[in-house]
């Protein structure tokens, strides 16, 4: 089992960076495909990125390529999302999942997917 808490979110102005972390505590952080979720009050549920155990596969939604990126760092159980150029649009609440696997190298796209969340943490962007 893992657990999962996300920080660094918060209020900046459009065009500015926010750096998510999500750290994990339990056991063989390795073992897990990691993904960033947000969801925006009347909007889906939607996976922002998502990165393979060994952090060789990574994956963005195309309004965030460019300009989001996702690492990780296994030694610290710790995942990333960089947060460059934000937009008004990326204002919601993002959230870090995890989900076991064999795999190296599989990501996973959907919510349905995941086994572990994160409570949260919340991006405002201002215009």
């Known amino acids: 089992q893992v657990q999962l808490v996300e920080s660094g979110g918060g209020l900046v102005q459009a065009g500015g960076s926010l750096r998510l972390t999500c750290a994990a505590s339990?056991?063989?952080?390795?073992?897990?495909?990691m993904g960033w979720f947000r969801q925006a009050p009347g909007k889906e549920h939607e996976c922002v990125s998502r990165i393979s155990r060994n952090g060789g596969n990574t994956y963005y939604t195309n309004s965030v390529k460019g300009r989001f990126t996702i690492s990780r760092d296994n030694a610290k159980n710790t995942v990333y999302l960089q947060m460059n150029s934000l937009k008004p649009e990326d204002t919601a609440f993002y959230y870090c999942a995890a989900r076991a696997t064999p795999s190296d190298t599989n990501t996973f796209l959907r919510s349905s997917d995941y086994d572990y969340w994160g409570q949260g943490t919340q991006v405002t962007v201002s215009s």
């Open positions: 339990g056991r063989a952080f390795n073992m897990y495909a």
